[in-house]
């Protein structure tokens, strides 16, 4: 059985267990006497885990600041309301599904559960229970990703970074991420082409105010200034996702119908007989690859196909789109 095989296995085991969201109610509730108790350990059903790929079983009543944050966590915020309501729920029915943690050095460190946890020392809880499992980096942080994956309400840019820390740190290729967590590999390349974006975009993403819909639809615009103006535009006319791309294929195409700026007036004429087909690939090609693209041909029907990059970052992006490895993601992500 492969490496990749084995780890799918276990991440399904892992994360097949019941979830913060939903915890099943108790049978009674709690004696009111002494105030924040701390929990007895929860009876956990048993996972199926591959045979050649155990994690240890060991379990553990732990102190909840001997439990060190998870370095790959690609949550950055917590909603305080989730938290406190998560920690009212703990009181009354205890926590249903231990936390994970690593052994580094002669500490403890988190791999999931960071809600529960908080959630814990918000009820006033000394200590949890906790699973201990063996893990290196690379699998805490595939593990961390994943679970966060599944989650609604993180956003699209903090998912984004999580995969371009994994790229980085691991000297990784999207295809190798996405065959490792089990996931498309078009969803990890469409989240990263959001770091594409300006800043002011991706604060906006981040904040709720636009959706990943809307800020896919500004990519072919290519200049962060366009980019910008239209984001404005989408908080202040309320534009629907359809109603973007409708904008942004107007405004690409006008600007793929004048003349190249500073060219000569043979360069002119050329670029003002294109053409609508040669126009209308150029608009597909601009929409499917999020960057300007010139085609130019000539009187005898041959030509080339030009296309724009602003970075390093883009550069690869473009590659990866456009490699044998990924042709069917690009036409997917199209």
Not at 50 to 63: F, G
Not at 74 to 89: G, H, K, T
Request: aromatic share 4%.
């Amino acid at each position: 059985m492969s490496k990749d095989r084995r780890l799918g296995r276990g991440l399904a085991a892992l994360l097949g267990t019941p979830t913060d969201e939903t915890p099943a109610p108790a049978a009674s509730s709690p004696p009111e006497a002494a105030p924040a108790p701390a929990p007895t350990l929860p009876r956990v059903a048993p996972e199926t885990i591959a045979d050649d790929d155990p994690p240890s079983r060991e379990e553990l009543l732990l102190d909840v600041y001997e439990i060190d944050d998870n370095p790959f966590q690609p949550r950055r915020e917590f909603s305080e309301p989730e938290i406190a309501s998560l920690s009212e729920s703990l009181k009354e029915h205890d926590m249903l599904q231990p936390v994970l943690v690593r052994r580094v050095n002669d500490r403890y460190q988190l791999i999931s559960g960071e809600r529960r946890l908080r959630a814990a020392i918000q009820a006033g809880w000394s200590k949890v229970p906790a699973r201990l499992r063996e893990a290196d980096d690379r699998l805490v942080a595939e593990l961390a990703i994943v679970e966060n994956l599944q989650r609604q309400d993180l956003n699209p840019i903090e998912k984004a970074l999580s995969f371009r820390r994994y790229l980085d740190e691991h000297g990784a290729k999207q295809d190798e991420l996405a065959k490792r967590l089990k996931i498309d590999r078009s969803t990890i390349a469409n989240l990263m082409r959001l770091l594409e974006l300006p800043d002011q975009v991706q604060q906006l993403l981040s904040a709720g105010k636009v959706t990943a819909g809307h800020a896919r639809a500004l990519l072919p615009l290519g200049e962060e200034s366009l980019q910008i103006d239209f984001c404005e535009s989408i908080i202040a006319s309320g534009w629907s996702v359809r109603e973007t791309e409708r904008q942004v294929h107007e405004r690409v195409a006008e600007e793929d119908a004048d003349p190249l700026t500073g060219s000569s007036s043979s360069s002119n004429s050329r670029a003002n007989n294109k053409s609508h087909q040669i126009t209308s690939l150029e608009t597909t090609l601009r929409h499917a690859l999020g960057t300007k693209v010139e085609i130019r041909q000539t009187a005898r029907g041959n030509g080339r196909i030009i296309l724009h990059f602003k970075n390093n970052a883009e550069y690869e992006r473009l590659h990866d789109y456009l490699t044998d490895d990924g042709a069917d993601d690009a036409r997917r992500a199209a």
